[in-house]
């Protein structure tokens, strides 16, 4: 028992340590505000009669494992991260915005599946980031009739701000599109998409967000249905090398940012080695299966849809015994456990995972400084596209 207070001790030291070398002063959050995609949405397709049934997690078995077993719009079994950093901060569910009896009072989640931070990207069937960012404004405007304007400023700066964003522009937007793949070389593309999501994070500082983390992109070609379009059942370089390409140009531009805004922290979370770990060393983390969702239809169930049957049977969906051993829950989602794990990670891990603080230490500080991180030199080039 002894050891156990003297580690506890010697944490709190070294978090105490780490804030200081940032000239992080201790405070409290506010809220927690969310945009993006499917990884992040608590209900917002849910609650949107006019999205598509392809994007909408609004039937058994989604959401069986966890919320009384019912479906609550989110694309796992159960929960997803901000369900978890949620817990972990001490903070109730972060409620979709499109919720009609929504309790935003602590914050509110305006991310939607199948969203990027292109419009272009599955558009008028789900609520992209330029839209969610109008819906913010609206937010903040009923958040500003309910306080003076002091308490309305501190209510924006002590507000932690989440953002899951780039997966769509690629999966369901250029490598969807022949199109915009002759119009944009890989890299231009990927300057596009990081372009855009650079200018949100500008509009949520001009409206007062001073705590920003923003997630990066996993593995793509690791997906079970680009696992299929490889042929050999293996990922899909160019699909993973564009998730390559988007992180380290998501780096820069939180770099910059970083340079440009030292009255903020903006956090960057880095996905694509924590996932790439669990494909790679299954067995390790708990997992069974690292390839094959434990939802969907035919090879990897990368086809069909979760959830729903087809008069084709080699597109009826099939269920696993046990998502928890799966990495994949369906075609294009990880499974609970996943978003648990890197919840955790991300939670109280290094700079490995997330820098230049962890979410513990965040939603814990405020008066930040923002220190400078080097991404590094990219050490991979584009394969050719297929």
Same mark, same amino acid.
């Given at each position: 028992?002894?050891?156990?207070?003297?580690? #506890?001790?010697?944490?709190?030291?070294?978090?105490?340590?780490?804030?200081?070398?940032? #000239?992080?002063?201790?405070?409290?959050?506010?809220?927690?505000? @969310?945009?993006?995609?499917?990884?992040?949405?608590?209900?917002? *397709?849910?609650?949107?009669?006019?999205? +598509?049934? *392809?994007?909408?997690?609004?039937?058994?078995? =989604?959401?069986?494992?966890?919320?009384?077993?019912?479906?609550?719009?989110?694309?796992?079994? $159960?929960? @997803?991260?901000?369900?978890?950093?949620?817990?972990?901060?001490?903070?109730?569910?972060?409620?979709?915005?499109?919720? +009609?009896?929504?309790?935003?009072?602590? $914050?509110?989640?305006?991310?939607?599946? %199948?969203?990027?931070?292109?419009?272009?990207?599955?558009? !008028?069937?789900?609520?992209?980031?330029?839209?969610?960012?109008?819906?913010?404004?609206?937010?903040?405007?009923?958040?500003?009739?309910?306080?003076?304007?002091?308490?309305?400023?501190?209510?924006?700066?002590?507000?932690?701000?989440?953002?899951?964003?780039?997966?769509?522009?690629?999966?369901? !937007?250029?490598?969807?599109?022949?199109?915009?793949?002759?119009?944009?070389?890989?890299?231009?593309?990927?300057?596009?998409?990081?372009?855009?999501?650079?200018?949100?994070?500008?509009?949520?500082?001009?409206?007062?967000?001073?705590?920003?983390?923003?997630? !990066?992109?996993?593995?793509?070609?690791?997906?079970?249905?680009?696992?299929?379009?490889?042929?050999? $059942?293996?990922?899909?370089?160019?699909?993973?090398?564009?998730?390559?390409?988007?992180? =380290?140009?998501?780096?820069?531009?939180?770099?910059?940012?970083?340079?440009?805004?030292?009255?903020?922290?903006?956090?960057?979370?880095?996905?694509? /080695?924590?996932?790439?770990?669990?494909?790679? *060393?299954?067995?390790?983390? #708990?997992?069974?299966?690292?390839?094959?969702?434990?939802? $969907?239809? %035919? +090879?990897?169930?990368?086809?069909?849809?979760?959830?729903?049957?087809?008069? /084709?049977?080699?597109?009826? =969906?099939?269920?696993?015994?046990?998502?928890?051993?799966?990495?994949?829950?369906?075609?294009?989602?990880?499974?609970?456990?996943?978003?648990?794990?890197?919840?955790?990670?991300?939670?109280?891990?290094?700079?490995?995972?997330?820098? +230049?603080?962890?979410?513990?230490?965040?939603?814990?500080?405020?008066?930040?400084? #923002?220190?400078?991180?080097?991404? !590094?030199?990219?050490?991979?080039?584009?394969?050719?596209?297929?």
């Amino acid at each position: 028992m002894a050891r156990r207070h003297w580690i #506890g001790a010697a944490w709190l030291c070294l978090l105490a340590l780490g804030l200081q070398e940032l #000239g992080i002063a201790r405070g409290e959050p506010s809220a927690i505000i @969310v945009f993006g995609d499917s990884t992040v949405d608590t209900g917002t *397709n849910f609650y949107s009669p006019a999205t +598509p049934f *392809n994007f909408q997690a609004n039937r058994y078995p =989604y959401g069986f494992k966890g919320f009384q077993g019912q479906a609550t719009g989110r694309f796992t079994e $159960g929960r @997803v991260i901000i369900d978890f950093i949620a817990e972990y901060a001490g903070f109730p569910v972060v409620e979709s915005y499109a919720k +009609p009896d929504a309790s935003l009072a602590q $914050g509110a989640n305006f991310g939607s599946g %199948g969203a990027g931070a292109l419009d272009d990207t599955n558009e !008028g069937m789900v609520t992209p980031l330029s839209k969610q960012l109008e819906n913010f404004a609206d937010f903040c405007g009923n958040v500003s009739k309910e306080r003076n304007l002091v308490e309305y400023e501190e209510f924006l700066s002590n507000a932690v701000y989440l953002i899951s964003i780039g997966s769509n522009d690629y999966l369901s !937007g250029y490598f969807s599109h022949p199109h915009l793949q002759q119009a944009f070389t890989p890299e231009q593309f990927v300057t596009l998409v990081v372009s855009n999501i650079t200018k949100a994070i500008e509009v949520l500082h001009s409206k007062g967000a001073r705590k920003i983390v923003m997630f !990066g992109v996993g593995p793509l070609g690791c997906l079970p249905p680009l696992r299929i379009v490889n042929g050999s $059942g293996g990922c899909h370089e160019p699909a993973t090398a564009l998730g390559q390409a988007h992180n =380290y140009a998501l780096g820069l531009a939180i770099q910059r940012l970083r340079q440009i805004h030292p009255d903020s922290i903006i956090v960057r979370a880095h996905f694509y /080695d924590f996932f790439e770990e669990r494909q790679n *060393n299954f067995g390790a983390y #708990g997992f069974k299966e690292p390839a094959q969702a434990c939802c $969907g239809a %035919g +090879p990897f169930h990368g086809r069909g849809h979760c959830g729903i049957e087809s008069v /084709d049977p080699e597109l009826s =969906y099939e269920l696993c015994e046990e998502p928890s051993s799966h990495v994949w829950w369906d075609p294009y989602h990880p499974s609970e456990r996943v978003h648990e794990q890197y919840a955790q990670a991300l939670w109280r891990g290094n700079a490995t995972v997330i820098e +230049p603080v962890n979410l513990e230490q965040l939603f814990h500080s405020s008066s930040p400084s #923002g220190r400078m991180e080097n991404p !590094g030199t990219p050490s991979f080039a584009f394969p050719e596209m297929i």
